[in-house]
């Protein structure tokens, strides 16, 4: 069966370091993975999308990665900050041709001062 | 309007009434999404419209759940004889038709007591 595995429920991490956040899909071929924030009693705000034919995709401090090989993306957050503290979820089109999205139960990172 | 308005944020309903939940999209956007979100959980897909038709509703969870969609525009989620395991935040996203789901509401925490 289909499933998206987020690397942890939660992470914790010095202000100031990387984060990294893995996403990782089994039985699954898509076109394009996207990455979200959620914060508490808000919905989804949508980061980044990186398609199949792309290996990095940058915005300011965040950086995407996307091996389908592996099967895995991994996000990255630069010189983290306590604001960057929420919920980051990975989502992807569970076939070809859908438009809609599965979701990964997503990772509250923590970022401590 | 500027961004996708769910209404109401907050309803509180007795164990078997019926319940309707309303979705703005962005206007323009063509697609339109519902999801669930039970607390501490990942999103679950419910239905997808295409304009006014829904070619998904593969996730809806049982026949006591219908949606509608009218004008290209406003859509309505119903709840029949709801059960305390409806309880959760129901989400609403939107967004151009093929660019994958964008553009989220803010949701609608339902408690059935």
């Known amino acids: 069966s289909q499933k998206i595995e987020q690397n942890s429920e939660a992470l914790n991490i010095q202000e100031g370091k990387t984060a990294t956040l893995t996403c990782n899909y089994t039985n699954y071929s898509p076109a394009y993975l996207q990455w979200y924030r959620q914060d508490p009693g808000r919905g989804p705000v949508f980061l980044l999308l990186i398609r199949e034919n792309e290996k990095e995709k940058r915005k300011e401090r965040l950086k995407v990665t996307f091996d389908t090989t592996l099967k895995q993306s991994l996000f990255h957050i630069t010189a983290s900050q306590p604001a960057d503290s929420a919920t980051y979820l990975c989502?992807?089109?569970?076939?070809?041709?859908?438009?809609?999205?599965?979701f990964g139960k997503g990772t509250k990172l923590s970022v401590i001062p | 309007g500027a961004g996708v308005s769910q209404s109401p944020s907050n309803k509180v309903t007795e164990k078997g009434k019926d319940v309707e939940l309303r979705c703005d999209p962005i206007s323009g956007h063509t697609a339109l999404y519902w999801y669930r979100q039970r607390l501490g959980q990942g999103l679950e897909f419910l239905i997808y419209?295409?304009?006014?038709?829904?070619?998904?509703k593969s996730g809806l969870p049982s026949d006591r759940f219908s949606a509608e969609r009218t004008g290209e525009s406003v859509s309505t989620l119903t709840i029949q004889r709801t059960q305390q395991e409806d309880s959760a935040v129901y989400l609403c996203?939107?967004?151009?038709?093929?660019?994958?789901?964008?553009?989220f509401g803010q949701g609608t925490r339902l408690t059935v007591v």
């Open positions: 996203a939107s967004s151009f038709l093929g660019a994958g789901v964008g553009f």
């Open positions: 419209f295409q304009g006014n038709s829904a070619p998904d």
């Open positions: 989502a992807l089109p569970p076939g070809a041709g859908s438009y809609q999205l599965t």
